[in-house]
């Protein structure tokens, strides 16, 4: 036995790792051929731009049918806002009607035969009330009455609305 390799707990000289591998280990050559067969598909990879990427078709392609899409998801979040808004004037338009024609009734239940009445309401900030006829004396005990009331609204529709009125 050699001294050197006693002491130092080194192996002998005359022993080569490379002859002495693990069983089913591949060797140095296997390892480097995996190697290059990855780095040379590596570069056909590079070479080869059919099979890589994306076109310059496909890109502007996409990004059509993105644009086309945002476009009509904001057009639509847009006419839902303005129908939105159309709804909640209609709304306050149909409560403006209503406390109109309460307002009415109310005038006409309170006056007496020969006086005259009037609606005490007034209407919120760019709502336009009217009655018509425009006769506002007390209808007799006998005998009821068509008015017809309209509002308009701030965006210009018009809402008419008949009822009929009779003194108590």
């Not at 309401?121 to 004396?137: A, C």
């Amino acid at each position: 036995m050699d001294m050197n390799s006693v002491s130092t707990g080194m192996p002998p000289a005359s022993h080569d790792r490379r002859r002495h591998r693990c069983p089913g280990s591949p060797g140095p050559a296997v390892a480097s051929a995996v190697a290059r067969a990855g780095t040379r598909r590596d570069h056909l990879d590079h070479r080869d731009h059919r099979d890589v990427g994306e076109s310059l078709l496909e890109i502007v392609i996409t990004v059509m049918i993105v644009a086309v899409t945002v476009t009509a998801l904001v057009a639509g979040l847009g006419s839902a806002a303005s129908a939105g808004n159309a709804h909640r004037v209609g709304v306050q338009a149909d409560t403006v009607m209503r406390n109109y024609a309460e307002a009415a009734k109310s005038a006409v239940r309170a006056c007496r035969d020969g006086a005259e009445w009037k609606p005490d309401y007034s209407p919120p900030d760019r709502f336009e009330v009217s009655m018509s006829p425009e006769d506002t004396s007390c209808p007799s005990v006998k005998e009821s009455r068509r008015i017809e009331l309209s509002v308009v609204s701030p965006n210009g529709t018009r809402d008419v609305m008949t009822i009929v009125v009779r003194t108590p």
